[in-house]
């Protein structure tokens, strides 16, 4: 009998009140002809309603693949847990699902998206949860807000456990009844190759925790072969574990971008058509981020300034001295930006996304370049959630994995919100000042706890236009003055908490701020005149 089907049949097997669980990350492997069908079917004939959504990283994005926003339909979806959601600028509209959740006619929780793919593994085994502690003293933890974003994600899904004398969060598993995964080609039994996609994600976690539990799996794919015609190592997702087979020629790589062998490994690109960062402040920070690196080290980078680090280190022909390891799944290479992130060109292994975060969770690697939205006075961080404009947030994703036992970590941003800023003899100068501080007493959501960070001893730097500080016992030390910039009236009086300031305050090199290679150096000796040790 043949798997093969066509999308609207795909989501005729979504009954009323399932739990569907899909895999993409944002429009990274999305499966968007079959979210599509089943959006299309609500329409129609209202149905499915009343369903569960499980998003491990996060599906579609707010430039050509809708995603979850298929499904984002009063009636339709009743409950949704996802590592993030789609964002975009604030002068865009907002999505459907976030319109949903400010309304309250979703429950809508933001699961770390580690911890969803330990939920979907502990599924598949017919094991009860996640005991973890990854996610203590966050937004994660039920003593703050147990992952729910709206007053309708009522019903709690994690709890505080005492297990073998320790504390613990405890994540029940969800099983799901239908999952949806995406690859390149299936052969006529099913068998799934992803020669074109940038990352496996955790499709086969997710399709052995609905088969497992009698549901169904679901893979939409580009293009289908003839039984015997893959190479059994090339397979992901065994044929045994898959039911139906939907075509869809047309499903981008990812967001914008229909196909590039480079994502895929297919291909290498030449290290000059990579292009460095233009001289501007962000770049300044990331030279300054790069200080912080030694060769050797492997290093998950994150979305925003952060991510322009690895072009600082390709400028500086440094390229290679450090492995940088993201999310999704690639390993060394070279992260790609814009709507091309959460990939990688020239990367040298991809690791299915659900066993990277396990490398992540433990503290594995050596760093981690992450950014900031808010730091408050235990130097905690929020990047998750901002009231006033939601949607230019997407969640944490695995920002909470991430954080939780990395060894050193260096969150970097602009010290406060709406600030003019230019590039001036050799230093920074404020314009303007900016209206809302990001240094406060208290973050709106704690995405990393500054408190357990200290207790496990982690090294946190805080990197941004006019200072360096360091997360001590005692909270905020500055550290580092840029250039030009006065301690008291940019640095201090901008803060809504005392900073205090170390005795032996360094400046900024100068060499960052000209439009020339600074000669970063990752040896490990004093680097740029000896402002970082």
């Known amino acids: 009998m043949s798997k093969l089907v066509s999308a609207a049949y795909a989501a005729s097997l979504i009954k009323d009140g399932m739990v569907v669980s899909v895999s993409s990350s944002s429009g990274l492997g999305c499966p968007d002809a079959v979210l599509a069908a089943i959006g299309e079917r609500f329409d129609a004939d209202g149905h499915p309603k009343g369903i569960t959504t499980l998003h491990p990283i996060a599906a579609g994005d707010m430039y050509g693949i809708k995603g979850i926003d298929h499904l984002a339909k009063p009636g339709l979806l009743k409950r949704t847990l996802c590592g993030s959601y789609p964002s975009g600028p604030s002068s865009a509209e907002p999505p459907q699902i976030w319109k949903m959740i400010g309304d309250n006619s979703v429950a809508a929780y933001n699961v770390p998206s580690g911890i969803l793919f330990d939920m979907h593994r502990e599924a598949a085994a017919k094991r009860p949860g996640v005991l973890t502690k990854v996610g203590l003293d966050t937004f994660a933890d039920p003593r703050h807000q147990g992952c729910a974003m709206n007053a309708a994600a009522s019903e709690p899904i994690v709890s505080i456990e005492q297990f073998d004398g320790e504390e613990w969060l405890y994540f029940r598993a969800i099983v799901p ?80 971008t229909p196909y590039d062998p480079a994502i895929s490994g297919e291909i290498f690109r030449p290290l000059s058509t990579f292009r460095t960062p233009e001289m501007n402040i962000q770049k300044v920070i990331a030279r300054r981020v790069a200080m912080e690196l030694r060769d050797g080290m492997a290093v998950n980078i994150g979305f925003g300034i952060s991510a322009n680090v690895p072009r600082i280190l390709l400028e500086e022909g440094q390229h290679g001295k450090v492995t940088w390891v993201i999310e999704q799944g690639a390993v060394g290479g070279v992260p790609l930006l814009d709507f091309k992130f959460g990939c990688a060109s020239n990367a040298e292994a991809i690791m299915p996304s659900p066993h990277q975060f396990i490398y992540f969770q433990a503290g594995g690697f050596d760093a981690s370049l992450l950014s900031f939205l808010q730091i408050d006075r235990h130097g905690s961080v929020n990047v998750s959630k901002l009231s006033a404009r939601p949607h230019v947030t997407a969640g944490a994703g695995g920002f909470v994995d991430i954080t939780a036992r990395a060894r050193k970590i260096v969150f970097s941003g602009f010290f406060n919100a709406g600030a003019k800023l230019s590039l001036a003899d050799g230093g920074i100068r404020i314009d303007q000042e900016g209206k809302v501080k990001k240094v406060v007493q208290e973050v709106e959501h704690i995405s990393f706890s500054g408190k357990r960070a200290v207790a496990q001893g982690q090294d946190i730097t805080y990197v941004t236009e006019r200072c360096v500080m360091k997360l001590t016992p005692d909270g905020l030390m500055v550290t580092e003055l840029a250039p030009s910039i006065d301690l008291e009236r940019d640095v201090l009086a901008q803060a809504e908490i005392p900073l205090a300031v170390a005795n032996d305050l360094k400046i900024t090199p100068a060499a960052l701020y000209q439009d020339r290679p600074i000669g970063l150096s990752l040896n490990g000796g004093a680097s740029l005149g000896g402002a970082h040790g």
């Open 177 to 256: 009844n239908i999952s949806i995964i995406r690859a390149t080609t299936a052969d006529e039994r099913g068998n799934l190759t992803y020669e074109h996609e940038g990352a496996y994600l955790g499709g086969l976690e997710q399709a052995l925790a609905a088969r497992n539990n009698g549901g169904i799996v679901i893979a939409q794919v580009k293009r289908v072969v003839e039984n015997g015609t893959l190479k059994p190592h090339d397979v992901r997702v065994p044929g045994v574990l898959v039911d139906h087979i939907v075509v869809a020629p047309a499903q981008l790589q990812t967001t914008q």
